[in-house]
């Protein structure tokens, strides 16, 4: 059932994404350059195994959902870790999109509308089903088609905000886990800080830094999302783990004050990697 509708979801997004080519998040724009450094993707263990380049399975294989994301179906199906980190990458897109859209930058932001459902969904959707979660590829659609197929701009918007509602009600769904859930949510921030860390890094040594920069644009505002919602009690677990998360928090605010990439860094970006990696060595206390 699963797979047929993945073949429906694809041929009405099909058009959308012929017109814009896929390009903002492509290995050669955001994997490249980020080396080999590890990235949180709750591995087996709830750790951190994949690489932001490929995932322990390699780009395009069987069991790697997203490729350069490093999110892999068979664990995010056991692992809420995995499952939550596939589900934010996903909102990264449409609130890096949405801001690309209010700063006019439409075209930028139709790409980012529509990487999700080649780059995640179209693997993930087997595990929502597994998991009883509602499926959400009709609104994906939706949004990716929305900018080329007459709607207003407010009906864009609306379209993205859907996506992101549809991801708030998967995360209910998430596998179930032996950890406090502040626990989980403080490894899945912990992704998106690195995340957002390794694309600010490698777009201040690019030449055409936008994409990446917009990348961990949608991956800061993630982690804000996910701090929001969840830092007091990641505070009251484990106040440790809270401030190498806070610290990062505000060393990344400062490195994406705005969706369009500075012409000079305004932070460092080794400092800012270093945070990221205080924070990831300070989550892994709660393993």
Request: aromatic share 6%.
């Amino acid at each position: 059932m699963a797979i047929e509708r993945k073949k429906n979801l694809l041929g009405q997004a099909g058009v959308a994404a012929l017109l814009i080519g896929l390009a903002a998040c492509s290995p050669a724009q955001e994997g490249e350059g980020e080396g080999e450094r590890a990235v949180p993707a709750g591995g087996e263990e709830g750790g951190y195994a994949a690489s932001v380049g490929e995932g322990e399975s390699g780009e395009g294989s069987e069991d790697s959902a997203g490729g350069e994301f490093g999110i892999k179906p068979g664990q995010a199906l056991e692992n809420p870790i995995t499952y939550l980190t596939a589900l934010e990458v996903m909102r990264a897109h449409y609130l890096a999109g949405l801001a690309a859209y209010d700063a006019d930058r439409r075209a930028v932001a139709a790409e980012m509308f529509t990487h999700p459902i080649s780059e995640i969904y179209v693997d993930l959707e087997d595990v929502l089903v597994q998991l009883g979660a509602p499926v959400f590829g009709d609104q994906l659609a939706t949004a990716a088609a929305a900018p080329f197929d007459g709607s207003t701009d407010e009906d864009i918007r609306a379209a993205a905000n859907a996506v992101m509602v549809a991801i708030d009600e998967a995360e209910l769904y998430a596998p179930q886990s032996e950890y406090p859930e502040a626990a989980i949510e403080a490894q899945v921030l912990t992704n998106m800080v690195v995340r957002a860390a390794l694309q600010y890094e490698f777009a201040m040594a690019s030449g055409a830094p936008n994409s990446p920069y917009l990348d961990g644009y949608g991956f800061f505002k993630s982690a804000e999302v996910i701090a929001t919602r969840n830092m007091d009690e990641i505070r009251a677990l484990d106040a440790v783990v809270a401030d190498a998360l806070s610290n990062a928090m505000t060393s990344l605010a400062t490195a994406y004050p705005a969706v369009l990439a500075p012409e000079q860094a305004t932070v460092d970006p080794g400092d800012l990697i270093a945070l990221a990696d205080e924070a990831s060595a300070a989550a892994e206390r709660l393993e």
